[in-house]
């Protein structure tokens, strides 16, 4: 069952059979939005309809279950459908309540082991969007035509990718298409491990092929909140090997991000147990 932003006494008896985008019913005309994802890339709806694409949206918050649960197949879409190259166009929105590095520990968590659509968080326009199409409970998936108009404004319930190709127009006019990776796929290091995990805290970092420079790392927790900063020091060749202690960390899955200065960037999990 999907998961309601508000619980309200006063309408607990609300069917959750009505449509979700409920700003827009099925053949309305939907109005133009434009967002940015968590990694800085800016996408508008309009933009893509006027090239002839689909675009698939998906409304969701980092706590929700029924999101947590949903979100691989989500991604398996977007990945089979040629990750935003071909006809579909898939756009993960937050609520709003969430910011970019809780969108990306949320992505890593949760995403599944295909190739993640962009995600937009509550500093890229995702609470603007989620009350202009009139969203109130979540997950909600929904799927736009080139002609700007929804075609399916509650595309529930979801247990499989093949649910939502079941939405799609007759006739084939999406195609799938082989994957171009995107942008954080594409820049990430060539090789790039944290171990031990789990450890006690103390890990060793080995990076090569993430450039030149000084390289940061950021520790997350899996709110998205930054526990630590440490400098690794700058790659000698594109290599470097560093020690870090992390051992002030409570028992628990962490994200670590590395960043270079050129705006390389790769993110891994560890794991802490004292």
Request: glycine residues 10%; contains cysteine; negative net charge.
């Amino acid at each position: 069952m999907k998961r309601p932003l508000l619980l309200l006494i006063l309408i607990g008896t609300l069917s959750f059979a009505q449509a979700q985008t409920g700003n827009y019913a099925i053949g309305s005309t939907v109005a133009n939005f434009t967002v940015t994802d968590v990694d800085g890339v800016t996408h508008s709806l309009y933009d893509y309809t006027s090239q002839g694409k689909y675009v698939a949206l998906d409304f969701f918050f980092t706590t929700c279950g029924p999101c947590q649960a949903t979100s691989p197949y989500f991604n398996q879409l977007n990945d089979t459908y040629g990750c935003n190259s071909h006809d579909l166009i898939c756009l993960t929105i937050n609520d709003g309540q969430d910011n970019s590095a809780a969108v990306v520990a949320y992505e890593i968590a949760h995403g599944g082991s295909y190739h993640h659509c962009p995600a937009v968080s509550n500093e890229g326009g995702g609470a603007a969007v989620t009350s202009t199409f009139g969203v109130n409970a979540f997950p909600t998936y929904c799927l736009i035509g080139p002609d700007n108009t929804m075609i399916a404004n509650d595309m529930w319930p979801i247990s499989s990718m093949s649910d939502f190709v079941a939405f799609f127009p007759p006739g084939g006019v999406i195609e799938t298409a082989p994957c171009i990776a995107g942008i954080t796929e594409q820049i990430g290091a060539q090789s790039l491990t944290v171990r031990p995990s789990p450890s006690q805290g103390q890990v060793i970092v080995e990076i090569a092929g993430m450039g030149q420079g000084a390289i940061t790392m950021d520790v997350l927790d899996m709110l998205g909140q930054q526990v630590r900063t440490v400098s690794l020091g700058s790659a000698n060749g594109g290599t470097l090997q560093s020690t870090v202690n992390l051992s002030e960390l409570g028992d628990g899955q962490y994200l670590c991000r590395f960043t270079t200065p050129d705006g390389r960037r790769d993110i891994r999990r560890i794991v802490i147990a004292h």
